[in-house]
């Protein structure tokens, strides 16, 4: 359960943050507004999808691409659905088409969500560092979730040895060691 927790609250929180950071709906104190309510409605379709036996539904970053192509409201994830619907007749034609083929797609994807990368304070080592390692983590272990991980950690030791803790706070620490656990450090 707490391994499930922290995939689904990281992955969706990510993806969340990068789609809103894209579609200009940060606050101007770079937080987003009523995330509460899209992690609501993010744990609801994971606990309905898991009653129905199916894998649980949640946000994707692809979603930047129909952010940054004029979606901001709830009509265009309805639209994909039903182009998503029409498109399981036509599932056959697709298998047919060789991976490599879908690979300019994926790279604009990325481009999309290194665009952020731009913001952050490169000049300081205890900043740049935990950002790096997010940022190759993620693709590297397959998951936004254990990238974040591997940010937190990093984060936190980076932030002790330096002798900065007055930057950390209690929840830092134990979301931190949490981590660890969780990626089973202790368990090797």
């Given at each position: 359960?707490?391994?499930?927790?922290?995939?689904?609250?990281?992955?969706?929180?990510?993806?969340?943050?990068?789609?809103?950071?894209?579609?200009?709906?940060?606050?101007?104190?770079?937080?987003?507004?009523?995330?509460?309510?899209?992690?609501?409605?993010?744990?609801?379709?994971?606990?309905?999808?898991?009653?129905?036996?199916?894998?649980?539904?949640?946000?994707?970053?692809?979603?930047?691409?129909?952010?940054?192509?004029?979606?901001?409201?709830?009509?265009?994830?309805?639209?994909?659905?039903?182009?998503?619907?029409?498109?399981?007749?036509?599932?056959?034609?697709?298998?047919?088409?060789?991976?490599?083929?879908?690979?300019?797609?994926?790279?604009?994807?990325?481009?999309?969500?290194?665009?952020?990368?731009?913001?952050?304070?490169?000049?300081?080592?205890?900043?740049?560092?935990?950002?790096?390692?997010?940022?190759?983590?993620?693709?590297?272990?397959?998951?936004?979730?254990?990238?974040?991980?591997?940010?937190?950690?990093?984060?936190?030791?980076?932030?002790?040895?330096?002798?900065?803790?007055?930057?950390?706070?209690?929840?830092?620490?134990?979301?931190?060691?949490?981590?660890v656990i969780k990626l089973g450090?202790?368990?090797?």
């Open positions: 359960i707490f391994a499930f927790l922290f995939v689904d609250l990281f992955d969706n929180s990510g993806t969340l943050i990068g789609v809103a950071k894209r579609a200009g709906l940060m606050g101007k104190d770079g937080h987003l507004p009523k995330m509460g309510r899209a992690l609501i409605a993010d744990s609801a379709a994971a606990m309905f999808g898991s009653l129905l036996g199916a894998s649980a539904p949640t946000s994707y970053i692809e979603s930047a691409a129909g952010v940054s192509a004029g979606g901001r409201t709830g009509l265009t994830a309805v639209v994909v659905a039903v182009l998503f619907l029409l498109a399981l007749f036509f599932a056959p034609l697709a298998g047919s088409v060789p991976a490599f083929a879908t690979a300019p797609a994926l790279f604009f994807i990325a481009v999309l969500m290194t665009s952020g990368l731009a913001e952050i304070e490169w000049d300081d080592l205890t900043t740049a560092a935990p950002v790096l390692v997010t940022a190759l983590a993620m693709p590297l272990t397959y998951s936004i979730a254990n990238g974040i991980a591997f940010g937190f950690i990093t984060w936190t030791v980076i932030k002790l040895l330096s002798g900065r803790t007055r930057e950390l706070n209690s929840a830092l620490i134990v979301l931190s060691i949490l981590f450090w202790f368990n090797a």
